[in-house]
């Protein structure tokens, strides 16, 4: 059981490190690029029109049901559930 301990400890180091260096990279607010946009005034209007929000809410919960079947697809071919 101890191996099972370090392999579990090494890979939450390593998505330690990854995910540090991801939030290293991103500013710390997302509205903060909008302030400094050229287009942050028109941002309200474009909205109106065009429903962002509802677009990239859209777009994320199909990328997230997308990114599911893959994983369970890969899992069921990992344990010969699937050809």
């Not at 710390?28 to 028109?42: A, H, W």
């Amino acid at each position: 059981m101890d191996i099972f301990n370090n392999i579990i400890s090494w890979i939450g180091d390593k998505l330690n490190y990854v995910l540090s260096l991801i939030c290293v990279v991103l500013p710390d607010s997302p509205f903060k690029l909008l302030d400094d946009s050229p287009i942050g005034e028109y941002i309200g209007y474009i909205n109106y029109f065009i429903p962002l929000d509802f677009i990239l809410d859209s777009l994320s919960a199909w990328t997230a049901a997308i990114v599911i079947y893959y994983g369970v697809q890969i899992i069921m071919r990992w344990a010969k559930a699937i050809k």
